[in-house]
């Protein structure tokens, strides 16, 4: 498992967050029943969260979101649990794995970069099942994710795309 980049807030998000590099393949155990996904924009050397076309500078000037899924997951050589980063192509072959009211608890999975940039799409492959996988707390899941993109209470209706796992 290669890490990416760390954490941004050691003491509210104790997880590396886990990109896949280019021609380096991650393989885990999703340990969350589903993906938190938000659209999002980069700027200023991070990933910010879109508020919505009205609000977002970004937006104004004519650029994209980009949407950013992220579950937690368990390396399979390290042993290491992190939040690992999906893209949207990544994000909705997963989408199609989940398995009720598992979720997608027990996905065993490798993930891997399409092209030679360190933000081109992900492709996800589906390697098994690990019923025996005990679920992370969903609502540590999500306030780790509020802390990620700095977000202080859900307020769906003022972030684009932000998906709240059920």
């Avoid at 967050?17 to 029943?33: A, D, G, M, Y």
């Avoid at 390697?127 to 996988?133: F, K, N, P, Q, V």
Wanted: hydrophobic share 35%; proline share 6%; net charge neutral.
């Amino acid at each position: 498992m290669i890490l990416g980049n760390t954490a941004p807030h050691p003491e509210k998000v104790p997880y590396p967050i886990i990109r896949p590099r280019v021609h380096l393949q991650v393989t885990f155990t999703c340990l969350s029943r589903s993906i938190f996904g938000v659209d999002t924009h980069w700027g200023n050397g991070s990933t910010y969260v879109c508020v919505g076309p009205d609000e977002c500078h970004a937006c104004k000037k004519g650029q994209r979101p980009r949407y950013q899924g992220y579950v937690m997951g368990r390396g399979h050589s390290s042993g290491v649990v992190g939040i690992i980063h999906l893209t949207a192509s990544a994000a909705g072959s997963i989408y199609e794995l989940d398995a009720g009211e598992r979720g997608l608890v027990g996905v065993k999975l490798s993930i891997e970069r399409l092209g030679e940039k360190d933000n081109s799409e992900v492709e996800a492959h589906f390697l098994g099942w690990d019923a025996s996988t005990e679920e992370f707390p969903h609502e540590t899941f999500v306030k780790l994710m509020l802390a990620v993109f700095r977000v202080n209470k859900p307020a769906a209706t003022k972030i684009r795309g932000l998906e709240f796992p059920s």
